[in-house]
């Protein structure tokens, strides 16, 4: 059901951005900014490979140890399809390895609410069903827990941290698109963000809500997120009839 790739790697960095604290972030892939949030796009549905993967790298944390890590949040709005697949997710590197912390309701991470900020709270010490994935671990296991993973690799170095989206595969359209903002990593915030957990687009300050065409389908985005899904075909305005015919041919 999850999906996990080697995106330690190569990592390509388009802007870096400091927060108000130490911590800063590197975007990578598929990412770019949207007004004061980082659109995070898998796009398998086009013939660009640049946009499959995205996701945020993120230095300067302090964060030496997995047991050093005492906040790791963001508030996260699905703007197209929805989470599943091990996407969106944190990925804390332990050298070529990875632990992956999953955002979305346990325990399959799946059906997170569409076009709504929400806040992941603190998921360090989050002890929900399978939050974390500690398969690429000896000993690890695919459905574990923060005292679990805390029991496995607590002293362990940790070499990076990043927040990736590369679920597209999992939705029948091939898209996945999710925009993250206030990114909390012990006491850094990195990629400030206005509106509110639970606030819909287009309720809070700065978020008109516009009309978007989407294989056939009339949807309501929040401004910021225009650009990214008129990249990947949407057109203005809502459906039209022959808009809507296409749609049954749309694979």
């Not at 400091?18 to 770019?32: D, I, K, N």
């Not at 595969?169 to 639970?198: L, M, Y």
């Not at 989407?214 to 985005?221: A, D, E, K, R």
């Amino acid at each position: 059901m999850k999906r996990f790739m080697a995106l330690c790697g190569a990592l390509a960095a388009l802007a870096i951005v400091p927060g108000a604290g130490a911590a800063s972030g590197s975007l990578f892939g598929g990412a770019s900014m949207q007004g004061n949030q980082v659109s995070l796009v898998s796009n398998l549905a086009d013939t660009s490979t640049a946009n499959d993967f995205s996701g945020i790298s993120f230095t300067n944390t302090g964060v030496t140890t997995f047991s050093s890590l005492s906040e790791l949040a963001t508030k996260f709005n699905v703007t197209d399809d929805g989470c599943g697949g091990g996407s969106p997710r944190f990925q804390i590197n332990f050298g070529s390895k990875n632990v992956f912390v999953y955002l979305g309701p346990s325990p399959n991470f799946t059906g997170c609410t569409p076009n709504t900020l929400l806040d992941s709270g603190n998921l360090i010490g989050n002890n929900d069903a399978c939050r974390f994935d500690t398969s690429q671990i000896q000993a690890g296991t695919q459905c574990n827990t923060y005292a679990g993973t805390l029991a496995l690799v607590g002293s362990m170095s940790v070499t990076g941290i990043q927040l990736v989206v590369d679920s597209g595969w999992f939705f029948a359209d091939k898209e996945q698109t999710v925009n993250v903002c206030d990114i909390r990593i012990n006491g850094s915030t990195v990629f400030p963000c206005q509106g509110q957990p639970g606030q819909k687009p287009g309720k809070g300050k700065g978020r008109k809500k516009v009309k978007l065409c989407h294989h056939g389908h009339t949807i309501t985005v929040g401004e910021p997120a225009v650009k990214a899904h008129l990249k990947h075909g949407d057109t203005m305005g809502a459906c039209q009839k022959s808009q809507h015919a296409k749609k049954k041919g749309h694979k």
